[in-house]
């Protein structure tokens, strides 16, 4: 079972996007990512920047042809430190409907 662990560099809207689609593949392209993100190259570069130096993602830049091509992929601590995030999000929203069915006094 998966501890519930609220994540601030995770929560950002972006980061969770990025975050949440790289829990969903091995490796993801970088075009891939930018496009399915709709981030700009500089923007993407600096939010996988952020998550690999917290341990979170890592990169890997490679050759195809001429072109230089790179890919990213949640580390164990980045799918744990996901895992976590979405498991104290899920126990927010527990307390919330919880809260919201009860009467008030």
């Not at 689609?21 to 500089?42: I, P, Y």
């Amino acid at each position: 079972m998966t501890k519930a662990r609220f994540d601030e560099l995770i929560h950002p809207s972006t980061r969770l996007s990025l975050v949440a689609t790289l829990a969903a593949a091995d490796w993801a392209e970088f075009a891939f990512l930018k496009d399915r993100l709709g981030l700009s190259d500089s923007a993407l570069s600096k939010q996988l920047t952020t998550l690999e130096e917290a341990g979170y993602v890592t990169t890997e830049r490679r050759l195809s042809g001429s072109r230089r091509k790179v890919r990213a992929r949640l580390t164990g601590a980045g799918r744990d430190a996901f895992d976590g995030h979405i498991a104290a999000l899920r126990d927010i929203i527990a307390d919330a409907a919880t809260s919201s069915e009860s009467p008030p006094v």
